[in-house]
C-alpha cells in the first residue's frame, strides 16, 4: 500500500503546475465584484495588467493589484522569469466564507445580514516568441 501511495505522489509533482502564481485569501469584498475586475485583466500582459490596474477607481482594482504584483514578483525571484514576457494566463476569484450578522429589526425579529469574503489567484504565463 506505501508503494502506490509513492506513485500517487510521484504522479502529482510530475503533472503539478510550474507556473508563477499568488493567491489572498478571505479579501472582505464579494467574488462578484472582483471578477468584473479580472475579466478585464485576464490574457493581458503583466506590465499593461498593472497600469489598467493603478489607474482604476475601484476597491476590488487594488486587492487585484497587490494579487498581480505578488505574482509578478514570485515569478522574478523564485522563477527567475523576465517581467517584460509575463502574460495573465488565469485569474478568478473564488466565493469564502461569509460572516453572519444580525441587524436588530422592530418588533423582535432581526435581519440577517451577510458579510461575504473571497479568495483571489491570478496565474502568470510566459509568452513565446512575443
Known amino acids: 500500500m506505501a508503494t502506490r501511495i509513492r506513485q500517487k505522489a510521484e504522479k502529482r509533482q510530475r503533472e503539478k503546475d510550474t507556473r508563477p502564481f499568488a493567491r489572498a485569501n478571505y ?5 462578484s465584484k472582483v471578477r468584473i475586475v479580472l475579466d ?9 495588467a498593472v497600469a489598467m490596474l493603478e489607474n482604476m477607481n475601484d476597491a476590488a482594482a ?9 505574482a509578478i514578483a514570485n515569478a522574478e525571484n523564485n522563477m527567475g522569469k523576465n517581467a517584460e514576457t509575463l502574460v495573465v494566463a488565469e485569474c478568478y476569484a473564488n466565493q469564502g466564507p461569509q460572516l453572519k450578522r444580525i441587524h ?7 435581519n440577517r445580514i451577510l458579510k461575504k469574503t473571497s479568495h483571489i489567484t491570478v496565474v502568470l504565463d510566459e509568452v513565446v516568441g512575443g
Open 27 to 31: 479579501i472582505r469584498m464579494s467574488s
Open 40 to 48: 478585464l485583466i485576464r490574457g493581458k500582459k503583466a506590465q499593461y
Open 62 to 70: 487594488q486587492e487585484t493589484l497587490k494579487v498581480l504584483k505578488s
Open 104 to 110: 436588530y429589526a422592530g418588533k423582535g425579529s432581526g
